[in-house]
């Protein structure tokens, strides 16, 4: 199992195709095995890569929180595709007998080892391409809350009103996203951005539709 070389634009590729029917790499909610994933990665995925770069943006806007994410990190090997090897961490061969060192030997054996795999990553890629697209959408339950109890709530008497405590109540939002085009974290900007109403905003209930 593994996404080949995640730091390298193939190894990309393999993971949004392997996103393209996923919110997350593990199960329905942002977990370590997200958080393994996303630190593997040496720089944000083009935005050819919707499917990986929408998954990217989502579990970054997760960052101050990441280490309370539920599960338990474990090696690369044991996240991706089952037909795609990882080599992310791959260390490089290392040889201290200078007397056996084969320069020529060496050099073609990386090649045939770096063609095999670009070749599995490709294979891959091309059965991944031939499947129908799927448009991920996600129900997203938010909970926005006031400043305090003086902050003017008349306005969304028709909307739902949670209470909180003393006197305030929060406003809850159920909205149906489709994950490519929005995230939490733009929800949440969009949101704030009513300053003189918003304090914050948090996600009572994410599910994967």
């Known amino acids: 199992m593994g996404f080949g070389d ?19 790499i593990e199960g329905f909610v942002p977990s370590q095995a997200d958080v393994a994933v996303f630190d593997a990665i040496s720089s944000p995925p083009s935005s050819e890569l919707c499917h ?11 960052q101050k929180e990441k280490a309370s994410l539920p599960g338990v ?52 890629a091309a059965r991944k391409s031939k499947k129908p697209a799927l448009i991920a959408k996600s129900s997203i339950l938010l909970d926005v809350k006031p400043w305090d109890d003086e902050t003017d709530m008349a306005k969304l008497e028709e909307s739902k009103l949670v209470p909180v405590g003393y006197g305030i109540r929060k406003l809850q939002i159920g909205c149906v996203v489709e994950d490519d085009k929005v995230g939490t974290d733009i929800l949440e900007e969009k949101i704030t951005a009513f300053e003189d109403y918003v304090q914050s905003m948090d996600v009572a209930a994410f599910n994967k539709i």
């Not at 995640?6 to 997350?24: C, H, I, M, N, R």
């Not at 929408?54 to 997760?62: A, D, G, P, T, V």
């Open 6 to 24: 995640l730091k390298t634009p193939a190894g990309l590729k393999v993971l949004d195709g392997f996103l393209a029917d996923k919110s997350y």
């Open 52 to 62: 990986a770069l929408r998954w990217y943006n989502h579990i970054k806007s997760f």
């Open 73 to 124: 990190k474990k090696p690369m090997g044991q996240y991706g595709p089952a037909d795609v090897a990882d080599c992310t961490a791959c260390p490089a061969p290392a040889d201290d007998d200078d007397d056996d060192l084969d320069l020529f030997g060496s050099d073609e054996e990386t090649e045939e080892a770096a063609r095999i795999k670009e070749e599995r990553v490709a294979e891959y």
